[in-house]
Nanobody
Framework: QVQLVESGGGVVQAGGSLRLSCAASGSILRLNVMGWYRQAPGKQRDLVARISSGGIINYADSVKGRFTISRDNTKNTVYLQMNSLKPEDTAVYYC?????????????WGQGTQVTVSS
């Protein structure tokens, strides 16, 4: 099992910044991918950004240039720095962990943290 504990959500005005953190613990593989997804009311859960243990990064087009994902492998922690926030960024943000293997990769989710951007 892998446990994910998120922190850093909150309420911010448009144009502001927030930093999310997600600490993983448990049976973590050295090779893995951690990332952030978000889900707004009535919408599906979508990828925001993800980063592999080797440092490969993917961003959703909607956040490129505004959000930065990073990780500290010594702490098994991933961060999401969110700048220039927009009301449409309002959602529950979920941390995700996936084993970096081809077969039988485990997939875990955090409990979610609310981000609300007011206009």
């Amino acid at each position: 099992q892998v446990q994910l504990v998120e922190s850093g959500g909150g309420v911010v005005q448009a144009g502001g910044s927030l930093r999310l953190s997600c600490a993983a613990s448990g049976s973590i593989l050295r090779l893995n991918v951690m990332g952030w997804y978000r889900q707004a009311p009535g919408k599906q859960r979508d990828l925001v950004a993800r980063i592999s243990s080797g440092g490969i990064i993917n961003y959703a087009d909607s956040v490129k240039g505004r959000f930065t994902i990073s990780r500290d492998n010594t702490k098994n922690t991933v961060y999401l720095q969110m700048n220039s926030l927009k009301p449409e960024d309002t959602a529950v943000y979920y941390c995700n962990y996936v084993d970096g293997v081809v077969l039988n990769a485990r997939n875990y989710w955090g409990q979610g943290t609310q981000v609300t951007v007011s206009s």
